[in-house]
């Protein structure tokens, strides 16, 4: 009795923790900003990576103000369980919510992977001043976010002194170095994030293979980023393709051995008939009609014994049984 | 003595235009501003397309590209003179924009606004034509391009 007091006592406890839990789902920071700015953070829902800079007011899901020491806080517990890409963006005085400002110093967003779990921290620095610039704390696969944004940032704003060649060999070592991010990365989102800040598009036609491989490894992720993206991969299905010549090949093959069966059958049968007599032929072809012993008898004007006898010489000759088997062979 | 004082004075004069000559160059700056509003209706879906011819005299190039849109979806694209994308956004008003036809007087019409802003600046940027690209739908809005061809790193 005692147990099943404490049994209960535990559950209770195990739902008031899960509540608990729940409770810590907030998206909160801290951002320092000049008076240019207008004290309302957005909250959007990226809904897959081609839409990563799009704006409008239907992508907006919640918004928290701002207050003067820069602090803002979203209850994120409404969250979908499984993780997704959001953006959190402020608009210029004067400029309307759904506004975003993408380069330079006034760069208005930050992206960051969130479920109803999460607890995600964002903070500027107060010396710069600058949204793009803020730290993400809070989950783990956000850092590795970051990490690429910092990457494609130091190789937009590096200055090479003039040397086109150079630029090209970074951009080149950026590219792979972002697919090899795409490549070890156990987070799906990352993986995809990676391979669009690397510009894939142009990549995809040189190394279809690559992206062709890296969508197998990501076969069971039905997600509406990955959707999108398998969209965006010619022949994805490459394997499918060779199994399907492997089938239109085997087709080939296995149409060449039959016929050369039914050939070979054909000619075994025409030298069966060859054994038969005049007489019998004649029998086979009344057979062939459907006639009945009598009939044939009454055409060959034979007796029915006679032609009972020629029938099992036919049979015989031709290896069947019956008048079924007859009509088979010439259908 | 005579020849080397010549000589010394055209050395000067020389001197004097090549160092005239580099610090003009430094200086050369291109400025290019368009600004496109769209707002008939037999405007609204029409793809248009701004060219920035680039000289390649120049280290930088910088493109401040503004939209702000009522009505529709407008996507933004720049493309440098090999025709591969360099950046992109869309920016979408809630309001189709179905209702914007000539009969509609723009007074009535309920808008809902969106704008976005790209700035960026290419290093070494590719000679040729740039093309900034505005693929409006049912757009009731405003694109404006700012260019600036400098040896300045940074925007004026």
Same mark, same amino acid.
């Given at each position: 009795?005692?147990?099943?007091? /404490?049994?209960?006592?535990?559950?209770? @406890? @195990?739902? @008031? @923790? #899960?509540?608990?839990?729940?409770?810590? #789902?907030?998206?909160?920071g801290q951002l320092y900003l000049d008076s240019t700015w207008a004290p309302t953070v957005y909250l959007s829902l990226i809904p897959d990576l081609d839409n990563i800079y799009s704006m409008s007011n239907n992508m907006i899901i919640e918004n928290a103000e701002l207050k003067d020491n820069g602090e803002f806080i979203f209850n994120i517990d409404y969250l979908t369980d499984e993780d997704k890409l959001y953006r959190i963006h402020l608009s210029k005085k004067g400029d309307p919510p759904a506004s975003l400002i993408i380069g330079g110093k006034d760069e208005n967003h930050l992206f960051f992977i969130a479920n109803n779990q999460s607890s995600i921290e964002i903070k500027n620095n107060p010396a710069t001043n600058l949204i793009s610039d803020a730290a993400i704390s809070g989950y783990l696969p956000n850092e590795t976010l970051q990490e690429i944004n910092r990457l494609v940032l130091y190789i937009d704003t590096a200055d090479f002194s003039g040397s086109s060649i150079k630029r090209e060999l970074m951009n080149t070592a950026l590219s792979e170095k972002l697919k090899e991010i795409a490549d070890t990365t156990s987070h799906p989102i990352v993986a995809l994030y990676a391979l669009y800040k690397s510009k894939y598009e142009y990549d995809l036609e040189e190394n279809p293979q690559y992206y062709q491989r890296f969508l197998e490894k990501w076969e069971s992720n039905r997600s509406g980023y990955f959707n999108e993206f398998r969209? #965006?991969?010619?022949? /994805?299905?490459?394997?499918k393709k060779h199994y399907n010549l492997l089938f239109i090949l085997l087709g080939f093959i296995t149409g060449i051995f039959l016929t050369i069966l039914f050939f070979q059958y054909k000619k075994k049968r025409k030298s069966l008939l060859n054994n038969l007599t005049n007489q019998e032929r004649k029998i086979l072809k009344y057979l062939k009609n459907g006639n009945s012993n009598k009939e044939i008898s009454e055409e060959l004007n034979i007796e029915i014994s006679t032609v009972k006898s020629h029938i099992n010489s036919i049979y015989s000759k031709l290896k069947i049984n019956s008048r079924k088997d007859?009509? /088979?062979?010439?259908d | 003595m005579k020849k080397t004082a010549k000589l010394l004075s055209l050395l000067m004069l020389t001197n004097l235009i090549l160092f005239n000559c580099v610090q003009a160059q430094s200086d050369f700056s291109l400025d290019y501003n368009r600004s496109i509003q769209i707002k008939a209706a037999s405007e609204a879906s029409k793809i248009k397309e701004i060219k920035v011819e680039c000289y390649g005299r120049n280290k930088y190039l910088h493109l401040v590209i503004s939209s702000w849109v009522k009505t529709g979806t407008l996507k933004i694209e720049i493309i440098d003179p090999?025709?591969?994308?360099?950046? =992109?956004?869309?920016?979408? =008003? =809630?309001?189709?924009?179905?209702?914007? +036809? &000539?009969?509609?007087?723009?007074?009535?019409?309920?808008? +809902? $606004?969106? =704008?976005?802003?790209?700035?960026?600046?290419? $290093?070494?940027?590719?000679?040729?034509?740039?093309?900034?690209?505005?693929?409006?739908?049912?757009?009731?809005?405003?694109?404006?391009? &700012?260019?600036?061809?400098? +040896?300045?790193?940074?925007?004026?």
């Open positions: 009795m005692r147990l099943l007091k /404490n049994k209960h006592v535990i559950f209770f @406890l @195990l739902i @008031l @923790l #899960s509540f608990q839990i729940r409770a810590h #789902s907030v998206l909160k969209k #965006s991969i010619p022949n /994805n299905n490459y394997h007859v009509m /088979n062979m010439f | 090999a025709g591969k994308t360099q950046e =992109s956004f869309k920016i979408e =008003s =809630s309001v189709a924009g179905e209702e914007m +036809d &000539n009969t509609t007087p723009v007074e009535s019409m309920i808008f +809902d $606004e969106a =704008s976005g802003k790209i700035s960026k600046t290419f $290093e070494n940027p590719m000679k040729g034509i740039w093309i900034i690209k505005a693929i409006p739908k049912l757009v009731y809005g405003k694109i404006e391009v &700012n260019s600036q061809q400098t +040896d300045i790193p940074k925007l004026h």
